[in-house]
């Protein structure tokens, strides 16, 4: 297994603010340029493109960072999908785009694409509607994926159960549709991220490997997202060890991508570089072969 970091650890940087929630910090990145310049120094084996921070749809701008990033030596994701992804199969219009994206990961220089389906706003849906609508949705997307020779990784994204993603995985049936697996998401839907991890290890070709902590007081944990706020990986709750064995021991060999969302309130007076860089530090403590920075 491998390091990896997501664009959406910057997404304060790239402008997305939580309102409410999070104070801007007054920086702003680019793709190409600074977060590239961050992402490269930490000598990492993957990273994560976030198609919703920088205009994947621009041939030139792709092969400026795919350049960029052979130079380098490291594998890349693209992303799409944030934040409402199919909007739990309720807009072909947001299919279109997800097909749209499909070529555009091959001039990255990938043949992976991360993808959700719906987010936490379809937490309580119900299911079977639900389930029901995003596998024709999905179904079609793997088609067109195949076609072209990508593979689509959809994000357990606080939308669906583990249970609930093998469901749809199987009933569509395809080679071209693998599994994101998101540590904190598991935990956000009151699962257990081991048992999880053990479930869609088979079919996992890329992760967000996110720490998990709790809200120092007030909310319920009913609130899956704000209740249950990111921070530094091995500082929370989740039991990664047991998370990276169990996705070991089912045939995943990819890597450990970090992500950090909504950073707990224990941590928000660090700046990003910080947490991630003692994240990455963490997750190779885990992995004893990839030699430290």
């Known amino acids: 297994m491998k390091i990896g970091i997501d664009s959406y650890c910057f997404h304060r940087y790239f402008g997305e603010i939580y309102p ?8 702003r990145w680019r793709m190409e340029g600074e977060f590239l310049d961050f992402a490269l120094r930490q000598n ?13 749809l621009d041939d030139d701008l792709c092969a400026e960072v795919k350049a960029r990033l052979d130079d380098a030596g490291v594998d890349r994701v693209l992303g799409w999908g944030h934040p409402e992804g199919l909007w739990g199969g309720t807009k072909p219009e947001e299919l279109e785009s997800l097909k749209r ?9 990938s043949n992976r694409m991360r993808i959700t389906a719906a987010s936490m706003n379809y937490a309580k849906a119900p299911r079977e509607e639900l389930i029901g609508r995003v596998i024709p949705m999905l179904a079609e997307a ?5 076609d072209q020779g990508v593979v689509l990784a ?18 569509v049936g395809s080679e071209s549709l693998r599994v994101n697996f998101d ?11 081991v048992e999880a991890a053990t479930r869609l290890a088979p079919y996992t070709i890329s992760t967000h490997t996110k720490d998990i902590a709790t809200r120092r007081k007030g909310g319920s944990p009913s609130e899956n997202f704000t209740w249950w706020p990111a921070c530094p990986a091995g500082e929370g709750v989740i039991d990664m060890p047991g998370v990276v064995k169990a996705l070991q021991e089912g045939g995943f060999d990819g890597s450990l991508s970090l992500e950090v969302d909504l950073i707990g309130e224990q941590w928000a007076s660090l700046p990003e570089e910080e947490i991630v860089t003692r994240s990455l530090e963490y997750l190779r403590s885990l992995l004893p072969s990839v030699p430290s920075v």
């Not at 994206?101 to 220089?109: A, D, F, R, W």
């Open 20 to 27: 409410g929630l999070q104070a801007d910090p007054g920086t």
């Open 44 to 56: 990492v084996d993957e990273i994560a493109l976030e198609a919703c921070f920088f205009d994947a």
């Open 101 to 109: 994206h499909i070529p555009q990961t091959l001039k990255l220089g």
């Open 142 to 146: 793997a088609r067109a994926a195949q």
């Open 154 to 171: 959809l994000e357990n994204h606080i939308d669906f159960t583990s249970q609930e993603l093998l469901r749809i995985i199987e009933a």
């Open 183 to 193: 540590t904190g998401n598991a935990l956000r839907l009151f699962e257990d991220p």
